[in-house]
């Protein structure tokens, strides 16, 4: 089992900028896919990025630009860095791992999951 916690998540201002984290324990996950996802009240859990064993990432269109994935296999961890944030960015950031080798965008593919972390951008 791979339990997922988040952090760093909290208020900003519009265009301001905030970085996420998500510690993995239980396992290594240095081979494993870690994906961010959010979920907004009334709307379903979104694709944000993911980031491959290799450090080959993958962005939804609405954060490719503005949000950057980092891992950092000797911590077993992943970052989220999130700059020029808007209003619409906000909702819970969620963490995923799942062993495979080729990143997903859908979370069926995803077998751990975080509690969650949230995030707030005031306009």
């Known amino acids: 089992q791979v339990q997922l916690v988040e952090s760093g998540g909290g208020l900003v201002q519009a265009g301001g900028s905030l970085r996420l984290s998500c510690a993995a324990s239980g396992r290594t996950v240095s081979n494993y896919v870690l994906g961010w996802f959010r979920q907004a009240p009334g709307k379903e859990r979104e694709f944000v990025g993911s980031?491959?064993?290799?450090?080959?990432?993958s962005y939804a269109d609405s954060v490719k630009g503005r949000f950057t994935i980092s891992r950092d296999n000797a911590k077993n961890t992943v970052h989220l860095q999130m700059n020029s944030l808007k209003p619409e960015d906000t909702a819970v950031y969620v963490c995923?791992?799942?062993?495979?080798?080729?990143?997903?965008?859908?979370?069926?593919?995803?077998?751990?999951w975080g509690q969650g972390t949230q995030v707030t951008v005031s306009s």
């Open positions: 995923a791992a799942v062993s495979r080798f080729v990143s997903a965008r859908t979370p069926e593919a995803y077998e751990y």
């Open positions: 980031i491959s064993w290799n450090g080959g990432s």
